[in-house]
Nanobody, 124 residues
Framework: QVQLVESGGGLVQAGGSLRLSCAAS????????MGWFRQAPGKEREFVAA????????NYADSVQGRFTISRDRTKNTVYLQMNSLKPEDTAVYYC?????????????????WGQGTQVTVSS
């Protein structure tokens, strides 16, 4: 079973940037798509971004398109989420997840492993 460990969350002012990292254990990391989701208090978990197994294709939620960038380093078994121009509405716990396939899927149900989450708080 793969283990996913997120890091890089914190408190930032609106307009600032953060980079989240997700380190994965296991030698099969490179064949799976990876995704980032977030959950704000009182809200359902929502899709943020996903990347395919090779890093060549990515999908983004409309709310973060143009501000966030997902990438992966297959040599380090790590996926990243660069978040720029942060807004207070980006405040949430951010989760890294592994897709059950190599594709950058959007549905949470298509992911079979999840990290513990990292808190991102954007102040106005």
């Amino acid at each position: 079973q793969v283990q996913l460990v997120e890091s890089g969350g914190g408190l930032v002012q609106a307009g600032g940037s953060l980079r989240l990292s997700c380190a994965a254990s296991g030698r099969t990391f490179s064949i799976y798509g990876m995704g980032w989701f977030r959950q704000a208090p009182g809200k359902e978990r929502e899709f943020v971004a996903a990347i395919n197994w090779s890093g060549g294709t990515a999908n983004y939620a409309d709310s973060v398109q143009g501000r966030f960038t997902i990438s992966r380093d297959r040599t380090k078994n790590t996926v990243y989420l660069q978040m720029n121009s942060l807004k207070p509405e980006d405040t949430a716990v951010y989760y890294c997840a592994r897709s059950a396939t190599g594709a950058p899927v959007l549905r949470a149900g298509d992911y079979d492993s999840w990290g513990q989450g990292t808190q991102v708080t954007v102040s106005s």
